[in-house]
């Protein structure tokens, strides 16, 4: 019996000897390795970076969909995958949002396209942080040799759980519906070539489709109920329309999500007093996504 404890007692000496030395590590800020083109199939992949003179301010705490990416010391990068699907984007001032709530809800739609990096820059709004849509030409020049920022551990795990992409298509609801309808019978007929073109799209792969989703949006315009009512009906004639293209409509999963995921939130803060020009601002705000799900190989 003594010989056995003297076998465990060496066995977990040198455990303890790794957990005491463990205590004198220091975190590394950064390395200098720069971001990656290269996207897992299927998935979309972000990088977020903060320049020298972007704002100033403590660290920059960013989210994805509410969940915490990394906080960005000025000079410094941070990439992620994510479901090539619509992300919500959020930045804040470390120790400005002590109870986390903002990250929530607050924060801007991106629509992140499937097998690609987007790239999205701190910047100051009014003194507080935001983040911007930047092109990758203009980005490549601005992350020269900015290091990633590895301090902290994300928190964004469970968003890469997500089905396969094969193809995403956004379709404007102005090119499709007659204003404010959702009918099959108000549907414009150069909506319904366009839709008969992404179903003879969809076609050639059709041994490969999991299923496809069709989620209708709307601006903010109008009380919610009503929006989320017309997005749904919009998204279900869409679903009616691949079927008529030859689509099994089994494979098809119509939504509506209304006025919750806007791709441009501030429209009337932009122009207040302005109705056709605000209009036009919400444009991108009405649409029918077609997002095709790819079995898992």
């Not at 299927?42 to 970076?49: E, L, T």
Request: charged share 25%; with cysteine.
């Amino acid at each position: 019996m003594i010989l056995k404890y003297q076998k465990l007692a060496l066995l977990l000496f040198p455990l303890a000897t790794v957990g005491c030395s463990s205590q004198n590590l220091t975190w590394v800020d950064t390395v200098s390795v720069p971001y990656t083109n290269s996207v897992q199939e299927g998935y979309a992949s972000v990088v977020i970076y903060r320049e020298a003179h972007a704002i100033e301010g403590p660290t920059v705490n960013t989210y994805i969909n509410g969940e915490y990416l990394a906080s960005l010391q000025p000079n410094a990068y941070r990439q992620e995958m994510v479901c090539a699907e619509n992300q919500r984007l959020y930045a804040e001032f470390t120790h400005q949002d002590p109870g986390y709530r903002e990250k929530a809800k607050d924060g801007t739609y991106y629509d992140l396209p499937v097998n690609a990096v987007s790239f999205f820059k701190v910047v100051s709004h009014n003194g507080r942080p935001a983040l911007q849509a930047v092109a990758p030409e203009q980005a490549k020049e601005e992350l020269k040799g900015l290091p990633e920022q590895t301090h902290t551990l994300a928190r964004v795990d469970h968003l890469k759980s997500c089905p396969k992409v094969l193809k995403k298509y956004n379709l404007e609801a102005s090119a499709l519906f007659k204003f404010n309808r959702a009918d099959y019978q108000n549907m414009l007929p150069k909506g319904k070539q366009e839709i008969a073109e992404v179903a003879a799209d969809i076609k050639q792969n059709l041994d490969k489709i999991a299923d496809i989703v069709v989620v209708g949006h709307t601006d903010p315009e109008g009380n919610d109920a009503y929006n989320l009512k017309l997005s749904t009906k919009r998204a279900d004639t869409v679903k009616r329309a691949l079927t008529a293209g030859g689509i099994d409509g089994r494979l098809i999963k119509a939504e509506g999500r209304g006025e919750t995921e806007l791709l441009i939130a501030n429209c009337r803060e932009l122009h207040p007093k302005n109705a056709k020009a605000r209009q036009m601002c919400n444009q991108p705000n009405r649409r029918v996504s077609i997002v095709v799900h790819g079995t898992q190989e």
